[in-house]
Structure formats: structure tokens, C-alpha cells
């Protein structure tokens, strides 16, 4: 059993915690926002993250788990510190490393014996070399010697699926550069270890490229298959087919072969941005990766247009009550940083569309997300809710309800039958077999 301290109570931080005090870890984890921890101590989850109510739950009471303000006591009482602070995109696209630098201040200023210090926040390539040159110089300021490693170790973590990616993951990268580090994480993820999860071993720059360099690869094969999909529109193809196919091959795969509004979300936005800065930084652009940023841009303003076109053209949407359905950027979460929801409903905010809006889980987050459109949207109970009058249904998130909906009643409650299937759910024989207009992407 390992003695962890976790700086961070975010979505990375929380479900790491939660995860290595149920692999038998002693876990505490430490955040600054007094509120958040008296929450938490209350039992009370700050996200929607299936699974993760109960993990929590079960340490806590098996005392594996506690959370604290302080940082200072967690770090001395601790082998290893796990760094899971925010690094939100800076105005150039940079991750901001601040919070970083903070926490890793401060563990200088606390430590009292050897520590291993993890970076689990996804952070640019160097960053480790500065986290060790952060502590070394609070560790002089003391006038003090104390031995310390740092060690690279991201996540891989999808939101709605966080604990058992987390429990049951693809592989654990370890970036060291020491042997005792190397055998203390290993004794971290102990659990796993004894499950034969595949351990990548590699050095600290490479362990920080990996997470970049999986997150932009997933991030072009979205927008690959969106950018096919609509050339699919145009030659009078099906996108769902042509993806079909491509996933048999097994040098492709599936996954990530689905055409929609875009990707959103916390990680692929502010990673492709971070990875494209770090290659100009580096006189080394990252073309592809630029490319697929603007081209997600310009899928998400495509759905728009898009709308506007099936409701009859230019002008038509002006006046027009539209049902958003969805606002999280994927199934399963309550996340809606870069949402395509959001650029969908400011699209048609600007051509004068009414919006009824609603998502199981993400209505909180959408009040102030959606604050720039506050005059032309408007909050629905539930799905059926949204749609009473609407003159267009826009499915823009595949929520499970959203799979299934009622389309003769959703038929008799809508003024229009225009039906935009953002994420082809439904067969277009079916929907237009109940008397709709049914739009898709690239079908």
C-alpha cells in the first residue's frame, strides 16, 4: 500500500484519487476551493461521472480515502504526490501551466524526505524538467538537500467511462528517469500490475508526447470522417457505409469513425492547440494538426448551415422555434467546454431562431455556457418538452432517451417536421416513414 497525495479535485484529480484508493492506496486528495471539499467530505460529487458516486463512497468509508485544504501536511504524510491541476489553454493556444507551477512550489517549500512527484495533468513536453527545476529552487531557497524524482504518467481517462478506463486501462505509461521511482509507481498501480496491464517504461519527454500525439491522432480521425461525410453529401454517398467498411480494416479500426457536428470536450480542443504551438515553437508545424483545428471549426458552423438550408434557405430559420437536443459534448457527462451544441445554438441565435434547449445532465452548465444567447433560448423540462411547437429538432448529443424518442409523438408535437440528426441515430426510412424531413450527415 502506497501513501498518495493528490493535488487537484478535478475531473483528473477525483477519479485518479478515487481509483488508487480502490486499487488498496492511501489516498488524500487536496484542493484550495474550501466548498469543494467540504462537499466532498459530504459525500456530494462536484461532476457527472457514471461510477464515480460510488467509488468514492466505498473508500471513504473504508478509509482509503479523505480530502483536505492544506497541501503541506499531504505532501509530508506521503510517498508520492500526483500533480492533477488545471492547464487551461492560454490565449495562444498554450496550456497554461501556473497551477502547476504552484503546486509544485509548494511541494518544495513542504517536503521533508524523499518524494516521487507525478505529473498527471497533460502538460507540455518539458514540463517535468521544469516541475524538478520549480522544487529544486524552493528546496534551495531552504537551504536543504532532499532527494525527489518526477515522473510523467498521463491519463487516458474519457469522460463517461473515466472509472473503468482508469480500473481497466489500455496501457500505464511511466516517463522516469530512476529505478526507485519507477519501482514506487509500480507499487502505485499494483493492482494493475498483477493484472498484466501492458507498462510502457520510457523517458519523461516521451511519456508527455505520447499524450499529445494519441489525442491529436484521435482528433484527425474524427475530423477525417466528418470532412468524408460531407464530400459523401455531394456525391451521393453514405458516410455510415463508407465507414463501415473502413473499420474492418484493422489497420484503420471503428472507433472514432462516426460523422457528427464535431469534437468537443476538455481534452482534444486544448490538446491539439497545445500540440500545434509546441510545434511551432519547436520550428517543427504540425500541419495535420493545424488543419484538423480548423477544420473542426468550420464542421461545427457546417451544421448550421446545414439547418438553415433544410429549413428553406437564407432567412428561413428567422423567427423559427428550434429544439436542441443534447448540450453535453458527448453521452454520459455534464461537460460542455467547446460543445458543439454551443457554436450550434450561437449560429442560430444569429439568424434569428428561437431555441428550446435541453440535456439530462448538463442544464446547469449550460446556463452559463449559453449565457451569450440568454435572449433567444429558452430551457425545456424534458425532451418532449423541447420539442411542443418546434418548428426543427436538432439531435445534437446521442444521449440513450435520445436513441429512442417517441417519433409519433414527437411528430404531433411539433409545428414543423424537420428533423436534423446531427450524430445518425436514426434511419432515414424510418423518421421519414412517420411523415418527417429527415437530415443527416453525410447520408
Not at 516521451?206 to 499529445?212: D, L, P
Not at 448550421?304 to 459534448?329: D, H, N, P, Q, Y
Request: net charge negative; aromatic share 8%.
Amino acid at each position: 500500500m502506497s501513501r498518495i497525495a493528490v493535488a487537484g479535485t478535478g475531473y483528473v484529480g477525483l477519479v485518479s484519487g478515487a481509483c488508487l484508493a480502490d486499487f488498496g492506496n492511501r489516498v488524500v486528495c487536496v484542493d484550495t476551493n474550501v466548498e469543494k471539499i467540504e462537499a466532498l467530505r459530504n459525500g456530494k460529487i462536484p461532476i457527472f461521472e457514471p461510477g464515480l458516486d460510488d467509488v468514492v463512497a466505498r473508500n471513504v468509508a473504508a478509509g482509503r480515502l479523505s480530502f483536505e485544504t492544506g497541501l503541506a501536511g499531504a505532501v509530508r504524510s506521503s510517498e508520492v504526490v500526483f500533480v492533477a491541476v488545471g492547464t487551461p489553454p492560454a490565449d495562444d493556444g498554450s496550456a497554461d501551466l501556473q497551477y502547476v507551477e504552484a503546486v509544485a512550489r509548494e511541494i518544495g517549500r513542504a517536503m521533508d524526505g524523499y518524494k516521487v512527484v507525478v505529473d498527471k495533468s497533460t502538460v507540455p513536453v518539458g514540463t517535468a524538467r521544469k516541475v524538478r527545476d520549480w522544487i529544486a529552487e524552493e528546496l534551495a531557497a531552504r537551504g536543504v538537500d532532499i532527494e525527489f524524482d518526477v515522473v510523467s504518467n498521463p491519463e487516458f481517462l474519457r469522460e463517461g467511462s473515466a472509472v473503468q478506463d482508469f480500473t481497466h486501462p489500455d496501457r500505464v505509461v511511466i516517463g522516469a528517469e530512476g529505478e526507485r521511482a519507477r519501482g514506487l509507481m509500480k507499487e502505485v498501480y499494483r493492482a494493475l500490475y498483477l493484472n498484466e496491464t501492458p507498462y510502457i517504461e520510457t523517458g519523461l519527454e516521451t511519456a508527455e508526447m505520447i499524450k499529445y500525439a494519441a489525442n491529436a491522432f484521435l482528433a484527425v480521425k474524427i475530423t477525417f470522417i466528418n470532412e468524408v461525410a460531407n464530400l459523401c453529401e455531394k456525391v451521393g454517398a453514405d458516410v455510415q457505409d463508407v465507414a463501415k467498411a473502413m473499420g474492418r480494416d484493422g489497420r484503420i479500426g471503428s472507433k472514432f469513425l462516426h460523422a457528427g457536428p464535431g469534437y468537443g470536450g476538455s481534452c482534444f480542443p486544448k490538446d491539439t492547440h497545445a500540440m500545434a504551438m509546441i510545434g511551432r515553437d519547436y520550428g517543427e508545424p504540425m500541419s495535420i494538426v493545424e488543419t484538423t483545428i480548423e477544420a473542426n471549426d468550420r464542421q461545427k458552423a457546417r451544421m448550421v448551415e446545414k439547418i438553415e438550408a433544410g429549413m428553406g434557405g437564407a432567412g428561413s430559420l428567422r423567427g423559427k422555434t428550434v429544439a436542441v437536443l443534447g448540450l453535453a459534448f458527448k453521452p454520459n457527462t455534464d461537460d460542455m467546454r467547446e460543445a458543439p451544441a454551443i457554436a450550434i445554438c450561437e449560429g442560430l441565435a444569429a439568424r434569428g431562431a428561437k431555441i428550446r434547449a435541453w440535456d439530462p445532465e448538463a442544464m446547469k452548465e449550460a446556463a452559463w455556457r449559453l449565457e451569450g444567447v440568454k435572449a433567444s433560448l429558452e430551457f425545456a423540462a424534458d425532451e418532449y418538452d423541447a420539442l411542443d411547437g418546434a418548428d426543427a429538432l436538432v439531435l445534437v448529443t446521442e444521449w440513450n432517451q435520445l436513441r429512442t424518442l417517441d417519433l409519433d409523438r414527437v411528430k404531433a408535437l411539433m409545428r414543423t417536421p424537420a428533423f436534423f440528426d446531427l450524430r445518425n441515430v436514426y434511419k432515414r426510412a424510418e423518421v421519414e416513414g412517420k411523415g418527417f424531413s429527415y437530415f443527416g450527415v453525410g447520408r
